[in-house]
């Protein structure tokens, strides 16, 4: 097999030189990532073959990211799994029949989705496959950070580790974790987020609550640029911007619609405009695309003057998801995720804490005249 280039990424974490550092500064700290060999259409053919009769012999189920390689979600969606956000890949697996889901993503992910289904095997094509809000957000010292802040209820994203969300009170998704922050805010609950400054800062915003703020970032989101992007506006005036709620505040002001990837990509559909500038990451473009054909999509800008491209738009971690190691991972049975059993039972706890809420705010929707607005309201809780 072809040896993986190794790549230097840069991320940000809060500075937790006091115990007070996390909810103002931050520093750049260093991580690495694999880059998955190219290869031919030929080869890929093979592979993706291959694929298919491995997760039948395997009673295996493919659930994939939105932002990971093409061919992997078009594989996940033609032999009966799914292609979502990290929850949705999570409930899929848990209510599908398959002894085995492979999950083509991010570490959390994996993680997330054995919490949910602790007697299924689960399987990922790189078990080094991270997350920068992950990274920035270590369990010991965001436990330790908790313990100094008693009074505040703890809410975390669910781009977060296993043993952080057992640690949390509650768990949100980009979809619903405004309504849940708005929901304690009116019980008169003050909170300790963790761990994206930016969605934390944009709910902030819009919910007034007292919220006392983990400096992380997602390095995709946090690298597009309010400069550049209106005077991307200014070329296309017709496009309307779609921007998840991780990006940073003068990103977000210039938004038509924030939201989830699901909520992204159901504007897509649905707006009345056939010029998109997307600000997440551009794996969703696929599935927007074929969402919405006919229509242009522009990816949001990281360029200009303040540019880095620690990403480019895209995560270097859900791109060591590859049909090479997918392959691999059908084939020898490795790269499994375990969760120790006592954290699993205590994050599984706020998890199920939001779907409820979920579940309670579908329950008390009065449906309207227009039954499909109604319904995109509170359709999906994904994250990133």
């Not at 007697?119 to 369990?139: F, V, W």
Request: glycine share 6%; hydrophobic share 40%; aromatic share 4%.
């Amino acid at each position: 097999m072809t040896p993986q280039t190794i790549k230097s990424v840069e991320f940000e974490k809060p500075n937790l030189t006091d115990p007070d550092a996390a909810a103002g500064g931050s520093c750049v700290a260093h991580a690495w990532a694999k880059v998955p060999p190219a290869l031919t259409p030929d080869e890929r053919q093979a592979l993706k073959s291959r694929i298919r009769k491995l997760l039948k012999e395997r009673n295996a189920v493919l659930v994939a990211h939105y932002y990971v390689d093409a061919d992997l979600q078009d594989l996940a969606e033609e032999t009966g799994g799914c292609v979502s956000d990290s929850l949705e890949m999570a409930r899929f697996g848990r209510d599908h029949d398959a002894k085995t889901l492979v999950v083509a993503g991010v570490r959390f992910m994996g993680e997330t989705a054995k919490i949910l289904s602790p007697e299924k095997t689960i399987l990922m094509p790189d078990l080094d496959a991270t997350c920068s809000l992950d990274l920035g957000c270590p369990a010991d010292d965001f436990s330790a950070f908790c313990d100094a802040h008693p009074d505040r209820t703890v809410v975390v994203y669910a781009n977060t580790s296993a043993a952080v969300k057992a640690r949390a009170d509650w768990m949100v998704t980009s979809s619903i974790g405004l309504k849940i922050v708005e929901h304690l805010h009116a019980r008169g609950e003050k909170i300790l987020w963790a761990p994206d400054k930016h969605l934390g800062s944009y709910i902030q915003q819009q919910t007034g609550a007292d919220m006392l703020l983990w400096q992380g970032s997602c390095l995709v989101h946090d690298e597009f640029k309010g400069i550049e992007l209106d005077l991307l506006r200014r070329e296309h005036p017709k496009a309307k911007i779609l921007v998840h709620p991780e990006s940073p505040a003068n990103v977000v002001a210039q938004a038509d619609v924030v939201g989830s990837t699901s909520q992204l990509i159901a504007a897509a559909q649905q707006l009345d405009a056939n010029e998109f500038i997307v600000a997440t990451d551009n794996g969703i473009l696929h599935k927007m695309r074929m969402a919405a054909p006919g229509k242009m999509f522009i990816e949001a800008p990281t360029a200009g003057n303040s540019a880095t491209c620690k990403s480019c738009a895209h995560c270097p971690w859900m791109a060591m998801n590859a049909l090479t190691n997918l392959a691999e991972v059908l084939e020898t049975g490795r790269n499994e995720i375990h969760v120790d059993a006592d954290i699993g039972r205590r994050a599984v706890t706020c998890i199920n804490r939001m779907l409820d809420f979920a579940a309670q705010q579908k329950a008390n929707v009065r449906p309207a005249a227009d039954l499909a607005k109604e319904s995109a309201l509170f359709s999906g809780v994904g994250p990133a």
